[in-house]
């Protein structure tokens, strides 16, 4: 079954272009989202919410290697299954008591501390994010965000998962030598 959204996809080659890439890779979409979730209302919902973000690139999709796109539309859903497993653990957090109510109050202080050192780095690079390169940007969202293993991200970059390695090694040093620089990091 096609997706209602893609009916509403205004261009005709889009439209046409994007029920031929869903009827070609649906299984596959399935399938990577059901590596996430049981549920199957829960795995269409992965799909149709990744077909939104596919919608959005398909200029970029019509110019990918064909070898690509499987990947692209893989990293894509996975991207989903997490977001939506992440937003789950949010509302079990909110409806379930969790671990850090039960810690002991000097653990309590420790955890704390830990999570208010965290939220500043992130701070820091929130603040750095938008003067670093869109390479080194992309490589340090795919690995720390999207969670995307070396050799997922060498498929989409067009590299070896060594060179991803290295790549990522001089992304975070660069990020680092900018929060240094705009005073945003103590060490």
Known sequence: MIPILLAAVESKDDRAFLTELFLSYQR???SV???YISDWDEREEIVQNSLVKI????????SMDEAAVP???TVIVRHMALNHLRHGNVVQ???VLTEFDQLEAADQTTAVDDR??????LDALRKIWPKLKESDRYLLQARYFAELTDDEIAAVVGC???SVRSKLSRARTRARDAMRKEGLLDE
């Open 28 to 30: 596959l979409m399935f």
């Open 71 to 73: 990947v692209y539309l």
């Open 55 to 62: 919608v959005e690139q398909v200029s970029r999709l019509r």
């Open 160 to 162: 070896k998962p060594d």
């Open 116 to 121: 208010l050192m965290k939220l500043e780095r």
């Open 93 to 95: 957090k909110h409806t």
């Open 33 to 35: 989202a059901g590596a």
